[in-house]
C-alpha cells in the first residue's frame, strides 16, 4: 500500500467518539443474493442508523472534533446523505449546521434535513454548484465548511467501516460505491494495511464518471456534466489530493450502467428484503455487469444508504421488472 492521509491508530481512535448507533453494523451473507449472482455475496448494512447512510460515521468525528475546539457551527454541501448525517451530529452536539443542496436534489432528504433542525439553502444546478455556494457562506459566516472526502475526518469516520470489516470472515474482494472517494478510500486504507489480500474494487455510474476516469488516468480527469439516478455519489470535479489516496490504496475502479444500477435495487429488494437508494446497489450491478470475474468468489458489497425518494423508487423497479417481462 502507498502512501495516504489516514492513520490506522486514528481511526481505531474514531470509534471511541462516533456514537455507537452507527458502529458494528450487520454483516452477513445473502444466500439468496449469492445464488443469483453466482458467488457468495455479504451484506454490509449501514443504512440501520438514524440518518440511514455510513455519512454519520464521518460526521461524528468532524463535529466532536469542532465541539472541543468551541466551534458552534458548520457548513456543508450535499445531495442529501451528508446533510442529514451534519444535521444529525450537530444537534447532539449543540451546534449549528447550514446544508447546502441542489434544488434536485430527492425531496425526501431535503424534508429529512429541515426535520433535523438545520437550515437548508437550495441552489440552480448540481453538487458542484452548492459545494460553490457553501465554501461561500463559511468564509462569509467565518465557521468550519465541511468537506466530504476532501476532510480526513470523513476519510477516517468511513475508514472505521474496514476495521469491522477486517474483523471479520474472510472475502476476496469488497465492493464499494465511489463518489468522492471517503468510504473508497477509508476501508480500502485499513484493508490493505489489515487484510492486503482482498481486492479493493470501487463502483461508479457511467453517467458521473470522473473520479473512476481519474483512477484510470493517474490525474485528475473532470466532466462536464451529471446524467445518472445514483445522486449520492454524483460529482464532476475529483479532488486532487483525495485522488492520490484512492491510487494507493484502490485495485480497480469500474463504471456500470444505469439499467444495471436498477437491476441491483430490484436484487437486493427481492433477494435481501432491502430498499435502498441507487448508490447502495453499485455492488451488486458490477457483479451483474461481470459475473465472470466474480464467479465463485466471495464479495463483500457496502449497502451504503437508503434514503431513497418512495414515488421515483417504486417508478424505477417496475420499470425494471417491465424490462425482465419483455426480454
Same mark, same amino acid.
Given at each position: 500500500?502507498?502512501?495516504?492521509?489516514?492513520?490506522?491508530?486514528?481511526?481505531?481512535?474514531?470509534?471511541?467518539?462516533?456514537?455507537?448507533?452507527f458502529l458494528d453494523t450487520p454483516l452477513y451473507t445473502c444466500e439468496p443474493l449469492g445464488?443469483?449472482?453466482?458467488?457468495?455475496?455479504?451484506?454490509?448494512?449501514?443504512?440501520?442508523?438514524?440518518?440511514?447512510?455510513?455519512?454519520?460515521?464521518?460526521?461524528?468525528?468532524?463535529?466532536?472534533?469542532?465541539?472541543?475546539?468551541?466551534?458552534?457551527? +458548520?457548513?456543508?454541501?450535499?445531495?442529501?446523505?451528508?446533510?442529514?448525517?451534519?444535521? *444529525?451530529?450537530?444537534?447532539?452536539?449543540?451546534?449549528? @449546521?447550514?446544508?447546502?443542496a441542489s434544488r434536485q436534489a430527492p425531496a425526501p432528504k431535503l424534508d429529512g434535513i429541515?426535520?433535523? $433542525?438545520?437550515?437548508?439553502?437550495?441552489?440552480?444546478?448540481?453538487?458542484?454548484?452548492?459545494?460553490?455556494?457553501?465554501?461561500?457562506?463559511?468564509?462569509? %459566516?467565518?465557521? %468550519?465548511?465541511?468537506?466530504?472526502?476532501?476532510?480526513?475526518?470523513?476519510?477516517?469516520?468511513? +475508514?472505521?467501516?474496514?476495521?469491522?470489516?477486517?474483523?471479520?470472515?474472510?472475502?476476496?474482494?469488497?465492493?464499494?460505491?465511489?463518489?468522492?472517494?471517503?468510504?473508497?478510500?477509508?476501508?480500502? !486504507? /485499513?484493508?490493505?494495511?489489515?487484510?492486503?489480500?482482498?481486492?479493493?474494487?470501487?463502483?461508479?455510474?457511467?453517467?458521473?464518471?470522473?473520479?473512476?476516469?481519474? *483512477?484510470?488516468?493517474?490525474?485528475? /480527469?473532470?466532466?462536464?456534466?451529471?446524467?445518472?439516478?445514483?445522486?449520492?455519489?454524483?460529482?464532476? !470535479?475529483?479532488?486532487?489530493?483525495?485522488?492520490?489516496?484512492?491510487?494507493?490504496?484502490?485495485?480497480?475502479?469500474?463504471?456500470?450502467?444505469?439499467?444495471?444500477?436498477?437491476?441491483?435495487?430490484? !436484487?437486493?429488494?427481492?433477494? +435481501?428484503?432491502?430498499?435502498?437508494?441507487?448508490? +447502495?446497489?453499485?455492488?451488486?450491478? @458490477? /457483479?451483474?455487469?461481470? %459475473?465472470?470475474?466474480?464467479?465463485?468468489? !466471495?464479495?463483500?458489497?457496502? /449497502?451504503? $444508504?437508503?434514503?431513497?425518494?418512495?414515488?421515483?423508487? %417504486?417508478? *424505477?423497479?417496475?420499470?425494471?421488472?417491465?424490462?425482465?417481462?419483455?426480454?
Amino acid at each position: 500500500m502507498g502512501e495516504t492521509r489516514l492513520d490506522l491508530e486514528r481511526i481505531r481512535s474514531a470509534r471511541q467518539v462516533i456514537d455507537p448507533v452507527f458502529l458494528d453494523t450487520p454483516l452477513y451473507t445473502c444466500e439468496p443474493l449469492g445464488r443469483r449472482l453466482g458467488c457468495a455475496v455479504s451484506v454490509k448494512l449501514e443504512t440501520a442508523n438514524p440518518v440511514r447512510s455510513f455519512k454519520g460515521r464521518g460526521t461524528e468525528l468532524v463535529t466532536s472534533l469542532l465541539a472541543e475546539r468551541g466551534a458552534g457551527a +458548520a457548513v456543508c454541501a450535499s445531495a442529501g446523505n451528508l446533510g442529514l448525517a451534519l444535521a *444529525w451530529s450537530a444537534r447532539r452536539r449543540g451546534m449549528r @449546521a447550514t446544508v447546502v443542496a441542489s434544488r434536485q436534489a430527492p425531496a425526501p432528504k431535503l424534508d429529512g434535513i429541515r426535520a433535523l $433542525g438545520a437550515e437548508l439553502e437550495l441552489v440552480d444546478g448540481d453538487i458542484e454548484d452548492a459545494r460553490e455556494r457553501a465554501a461561500a457562506i463559511a468564509v462569509r %459566516r467565518g465557521i %468550519r465548511l465541511v468537506e466530504d472526502s476532501l476532510d480526513v475526518e470523513t476519510f477516517e469516520g468511513a +475508514a472505521t467501516i474496514g476495521l469491522e470489516l477486517a474483523a471479520g470472515p474472510p472475502f476476496d474482494a469488497v465492493l464499494i460505491a465511489l463518489g468522492g472517494g471517503a468510504m473508497a478510500t477509508g476501508v480500502g !486504507h /485499513v484493508l490493505k494495511a489489515l487484510r492486503p489480500e482482498t481486492e479493493v474494487i470501487c463502483v461508479q455510474p457511467a453517467g458521473a464518471p470522473a473520479m473512476t476516469r481519474s *483512477w484510470h488516468a493517474r490525474r485528475v /480527469v473532470d466532466t462536464d456534466s451529471i446524467d445518472t439516478i445514483a445522486d449520492a455519489v454524483a460529482g464532476r !470535479h475529483p479532488i486532487p489530493d483525495v485522488l492520490d489516496d484512492l491510487l494507493a490504496v484502490a485495485d480497480d475502479a469500474v463504471l456500470v450502467q444505469e439499467r444495471s444500477i436498477v437491476a441491483g435495487m430490484r !436484487h437486493l429488494l427481492d433477494l +435481501a428484503g432491502l430498499a435502498v437508494e441507487p448508490s +447502495a446497489a453499485l455492488g451488486v450491478a @458490477a /457483479v451483474l455487469e461481470d %459475473r465472470e470475474r466474480f464467479a465463485g468468489r !466471495h464479495v463483500v458489497t457496502v /449497502v451504503c $444508504g437508503g434514503n431513497v425518494d418512495p414515488h421515483a423508487y %417504486r417508478r *424505477w423497479i417496475r420499470a425494471e421488472a417491465t424490462a425482465q417481462a419483455d426480454t
